[in-house]
């Protein structure tokens, strides 16, 4: 990880700097019968996906207040992150992790092994590249399931319609699932989300996002090299591929935007955007470095994203909300603390705020998982799916405006006919990769006004 994205606090940062922050899910009655009687009130967890993500998804589950709760079984492609991240769980939760070799699987269907562990009504994290989402799930509501899955959850619009319609299932079998926009949880942005419905700020005109630093590893990849395979390496790094994660862009700035679109209520219908790639050197992904993306509200509001991944430049990481009567900072310096602020102005740096937040900020990524909880013990519903796709949907459109140079509206992504990986639920160690290098060992690259096929 660069230096500089160290000052950003993610989801493995708060977890050192906070210690362990509470977590996963605990289950009561359902549709399915009652699996955790007062007698066993345990509830068991896998783990799918054992990268950084997942090691901290699953400390939060351990963490969780209202348990008891235990991990079980871990899958993973590669068999180093497992090991790492068992040692690491071990480590922190002792016996709150039970996973022996014989529950450790390592290969594309290990996830339908570590979910034959569970029980129903027990819980399944997701923390894989989320071109794998849709075939987890699928599985998931199959063995009666709760879920909790990172975002985000679709890269198009094909993934899209098939999530939506398991929600549906999910809806159908009560099972609760979680998707990882943490932000909708913070205590401190719900608050504000209030006074801006209650007219503190008027109208909203405008909002702008920012997450402008200098590259992670994650954002811009070398050639491969030769002690790994084409699928593995792109599982590795797939960030840098767009069919497994929709690019940095899609997993970066899901969060600004949904944190700009609930403020405004309501999710975009058309965007336009600019991108580029600059000093790139030998890096062979897909990714842009620098996107300037303006949505469009149905009322003809506009939201401008400023994404850029770069050394050297100006850094900026905040969320604004300007309204007819004043404007807010939804959040400032990373997505938490959010530290969001009211302001009778438009002067966000030098004006004195008319609202804050009283007393510490509770940590959203401990206050989700406790929403989670609630819900399952207390039979509430609970499904996120829809709002995670929607979220998703609204990011992959940002996307594929700066990759084709055109304007990208809702619907057109929605029911576009491109999916980047239709047959990733067919993956074994020895298939090809999904997308192929030319014989220079590159991939291809967006070229907005050259490629408009809406591939992007």
Avoid at 246 to 265: A, R
Wanted: proline letters at 5%; glycine letters at 10%.
């Amino acid at each position: 990880m660069n230096h500089n994205e160290s000052n950003f606090s993610s989801r493995r940062d708060f977890i050192k700097t906070t210690g362990k922050v509470a977590a996963v899910s605990a289950l009561a009655g359902l549709v399915i019968p009652h699996v955790h009687a007062a007698e066993n009130n345990t509830i068991q967890v896998a783990l799918v996906g054992c990268g950084g993500r997942g090691t901290g998804a699953a400390d939060n589950a351990l963490s969780v207040k209202n348990g008891p709760l235990k991990l079980v079984a871990m899958a993973d492609v590669f068999d180093g992150k497992l090991k790492g991240s068992y040692e690491t769980l071990s480590k922190q939760h002792g016996e709150k992790v039970d996973v022996p070799e014989d529950r450790r699987f390592v290969g594309f269907d290990g996830y339908k092994k570590a979910m034959d562990c569970l029980k129903p009504g027990d819980i399944v994290i997701f923390t894989t590249p989320p071109a794998f989402r849709w075939v987890h799930f699928t599985y998931a509501i199959q063995k009666g399931l709760n879920v909790f899955m990172e975002k985000p959850v679709t890269v198009d619009g094909p993934t899209s319609k098939k999530m939506l319609q398991l929600a549906e299932e999910a809806k159908k079998k009560n099972l609760k699932v979680g998707v990882g926009l943490m932000c909708r949880h913070c205590k401190v942005r719900q608050e504000l989300f209030d006074r801006i419905k209650g007219g503190e700020i008027g109208d909203i005109v405008t909002l702008q996002a920012y997450r402008m630093h200098a590259p992670v590893a994650a954002c811009f990849t070398p050639p491969k090299p030769g002690d790994i395979s084409e699928l593995l390496y792109q599982i590795r790094d797939f960030h840098s591929f767009l069919w497994a994660s929709g690019g940095l862009y899609s997993d970066f700035y899901i969060h600004n935007i949904d944190e700009c679109c609930w403020m405004k209520d309501a999710w975009p219908v058309k965007a336009q955007a600019l991108g580029g790639r600059n000093y790139r050197g030998g890096d062979v992904d897909q990714n842009f470095d620098v996107y300037s993306v303006e949505y469009t509200f149905g009322d003809g509001t506009k939201l401008f994203l400023n994404g850029r991944a770069m050394e050297g430049c100006h850094e900026e990481f905040a969320s604004h909300a300007l309204g007819t009567k004043g404007s807010a900072i939804i959040s400032t310096q990373s997505h938490t603390p959010a530290r969001s602020r009211i302001y009778k102005g438009y002067d966000l740096k030098g004006s004195k705020p008319t609202w804050t937040y009283p007393g510490k900020e509770p940590n959203p990524y401990q206050v989700e998982w406790e929403d989670l909880v609630d819900a399952i013990r207390n039979d509430k519903p609970y499904n996120e799916v829809k709002r995670g796709v929607e979220a998703s949907l609204v990011t992959s459109m940002g996307r594929m405006a700066a990759h084709t140079g055109q304007v990208v509206t809702f619907d057109e992504i929605l029911n576009s006919g491109h999916e980047f990986a239709p047959t990733v639920d067919q993956l074994a160690m020895n298939s090809p990769a999904p997308l192929q290098a030319d014989k220079d060992g590159r991939y291809p690259i967006p070229m907005p006004g050259i490629k408009k096929d809406r591939e992007y």
